[in-house]
């Protein structure tokens, strides 16, 4: 199982630069998916080619955001996908957990 460690402060902002954050969002529909590594720019534009339906995403540095339209288990922006188009390890966490984490740090 890979391990991403991240700096407290790094991950404030992370939390903090969720671009679909507002009072009308489902938080059971969120989730952040940590890179091991920034991935390249050939391979991001490549996987913004996909289509996704009405599930929306923003990969920024080593993050993607993630808010799903239904279900996780029903969208075909998965994990494993992510890993796959991008060539990265990437780890997922949903939106509560996440923000558990950040308070934990706090």
Do not use: C, G, H
């Amino acid at each position: 199982m890979p391990t991403i460690v991240i700096e407290a402060s790094n991950y404030k902002k992370i939390i903090a630069d969720n671009p679909f954050i507002n009072e009308q969002v489902d938080i059971k529909k969120l989730y952040l998916i940590f890179l091991v590594e920034k991935p390249n720019s050939e391979a991001v534009e490549t996987f913004n080619q996909l289509d996704f339906a009405l599930d929306e995403y923003v990969i920024k540095n080593k993050v993607i955001y993630i808010q799903y339209e239904d279900k996780i288990s029903e969208s075909k922006l998965s994990t494993t996908i992510i890993e796959r188009k991008l060539a990265v390890v990437a780890i997922a966490r949903n939106w509560r957990t996440s923000i558990k984490l950040l308070n934990l740090i706090k």
